[in-house]
């Protein structure tokens, strides 16, 4: 069920932001639309923002720099990665100065030296752990190193299990795809720390105060995640899942929340009404057309759109028997 927020916009519930970043504030590194404007107002009315990546290559000082580049007033103290999270995670099962077996960038090299603990690449350093985050110089030996450690029995660890990542050529192996593979070859399965794992948002947490909400653009990490940590969440329509996405999402990525962009943060969340297979969200209407859900009456704020498809797909879908509701079959 979608949450409603004043015609302060959502901005005025909550203390602090967590946004995702590719998809949400930049794509192939350009600015969203609207997405710097609308940070640095909510920035300058008071909310603590931080930015959570799930992407451990890069240190949050070269993330923060990219940030201020795009016109963002942010600083190194707002990023928070998924080496830090897994860094943290390994800082608090293994002794300071323990070596640690490292398939991953310069950003997961430095979260681990910063947490007390030493990168490795030999696996004759008796690492305690193998932890493993994304590289695009990872190489075949590497990976075969980790997998002889991880059969041995030595503790892994991942960043994240992101199967793909965004270039702009297309999509590109994540880091996801190569624990896949070592999770093939050893039979074993890592501790992970990004979303939508908890010790991402928990890392995150403990650095703001007040409530917390987390706008993403991926269901199965953003929203998902935010959920598995018990944060609100709010999708925003910039980035990797559609409204179709939405609108067929299955309970545990279903956002509370629905931002046609970072500019809908200062507008209205109005009320949903559901009734007679018709959905009215402020001015907007939407009603199933030969089997599909569709807009029957606009309105000016466009998140009343996307509210009344969303709530009507899943007022539909959450009461139908298997892909049917009220006799008909929804096309989304």
């Given at each position: ?17 967590f946004l995702d970043l590719d998809?949400?504030v930049y794509r192939s590194g ?303």
């Amino acid at each position: 069920m979608l949450s409603v927020a004043p015609s302060t916009g959502v901005i005025s519930e909550f203390d602090s932001l967590f946004l995702d970043l590719d998809g949400v504030v930049y794509r192939s590194g350009e600015a969203v639309p609207k997405s710097v404007d609308a940070l640095n107002l909510a920035s300058d009315r008071g909310a603590q923002i931080r930015f959570l990546t799930n992407n451990a290559s890069r240190t949050p000082a070269q993330v923060a720099e990219h940030l201020v580049a795009l016109g963002l007033h942010a600083d190194v103290d707002m990023v928070v990665t998924s080496a830090q999270a897994v860094a943290q995670l390994l800082a608090s099962r293994f002794p300071s100065g323990s070596s640690i077996f490292t398939v991953g960038d310069v950003g997961l090299e430095n979260a681990l030296r910063e947490s007390g603990l030493y990168p490795t690449r030999s696996a004759d350093s008796d690492p305690v752990a193998v932890v493993q985050g994304h590289s695009p110089h990872t190489s075949w030996g590497e990976l075969a190193q980790a997998g002889y450690l991880i059969a041995a029995g030595i503790p892994w660890y991942a960043c994240n299990e992101d199967l793909s990542i965004p270039t702009a050529k297309g999509l590109a192996p994540g880091n996801g795809a190569f624990v896949a593979l070592l999770a093939t070859l050893t039979d074993q399965a890592p501790l992970v720390a990004g979303k939508p794992e908890p010790a991402l948002f928990k890392t995150a947490a403990a650095t703001v105060r007040g409530t917390i909400l987390m706008i993403g653009d991926r269901l199965d990490t953003d929203i998902e995640g935010g959920k598995r940590a018990g944060i609100r969440s709010a999708w925003v329509n910039t980035g990797v899942h559609s409204l179709s996405d939405v609108m067929t999402a299955p309970a545990r990525q279903r956002p509370d929340f629905i931002l046609n962009d970072l500019a809908g943060l200062f507008r209205p969340q109005h009320y949903v009404q559901v009734s007679d297979g018709v959905a009215r969200c402020g001015k907007a209407v939407a009603r199933v057309v030969n089997g599909a859900v569709c807009v029957e009456q606009s309105s000016d704020i466009p998140e009343d759109e996307l509210r009344a498809m969303v709530a009507l797909a899943w007022h539909i879908r959450d009461v139908a028997d298997t892909n049917q509701a009220h006799g008909e079959r929804i096309e989304t």
